[in-house]
């Protein structure tokens, strides 16, 4: 056969498979334009725009960002989202990998403990949200009966103004699961020829951690650390549920600032812009993650 009436059928044969290839990702290309996209480029046009849903939107320019800066309410949900990541990224981050590497031995009926730590992961945060406030609870509460029991000083956590963003921190850590699967899965990844030369050589326990456990295990603490300063920047329906950003707006999480100007305020403007600037933020912070980890995450192919 001629050959290149060899290569005319196998570029049919490729474009028909290109054609039904792109038939197939279509649905998932028209839901993110419409979805995800489309919704975005919305938010920045309205940003410059005075507009309360119901009358007609009025250009301002800058106006909405500008105020922001003038804007105390601005600051205070700022300085408390970034208070929040900063204690519950290190908590979600180590504590997992710890639990990981415990739940990595080979023992009787450690499946089942491994279902254990990953259902609370799968249950709903507004599920979530009313198991704990119940242990929260001040009065009849489960952590505080217990430390009545113990004789032990009482608190009263989301109610209280230092306590509320702590409280909400250990929350987030309650459902990790899903973070110590991902652990659990790289942890089976690491070779145990370098455990045993590492044993052979007189290494103990900590000292394999830290020189064989944690390295291996970079890329995927990169990963899990980025995941969590994201997903810890964007709380809300925690907030939302439980305190509504009280006590004294102890817990008033920039995303709940963003939907009570949007929704209860009707500040549509106002609000996009304040997206805009939030999804800067999380971006730039992301940008710095990244930036940083040539000094720390070691790749198997040495790069």
Known sequence: MDNSNVKKKMNLKEKSQLKWGYFFIAPAIIGLICFSFGPMLFSLGISF?????ITAKEFVGLDNYKALFHDPLFFKSLKVTLYYTLLSVPLITCIPLL???????????????????????IVPIVASAAVWMYIYNPMYGLLNSILKALGLHTHNFIFSETG???????MALWAAGNTVVIYLAGLQGVSRQLYEAAEIDGAGAIARFFHITVPMMT?????????AIINSMQIFTQAYIMTDGGPANATFFYSLMVYR???KQSRMGYSAAMSWIFFIIIAVLTLLVFKSQKKWVVYENGD
């Open 99 to 121: 639990t990981a590497m415990l739940l990595n031995t080979k023992i009787k009926g450690i499946s089942i403990f491994r279902a254990i730590f990953y259902v609370p992961s």
């Open 219 to 227: 890329p995927i603490i990169f990963y899990n650390f980025v995941m």
């Open 261 to 263: 100007t949007a929704f």
């Open 164 to 170: 509320a963003v702590p409280s909400l921190a250990v």
């Open 49 to 53: 725009t005075k507009w309360d849903v």
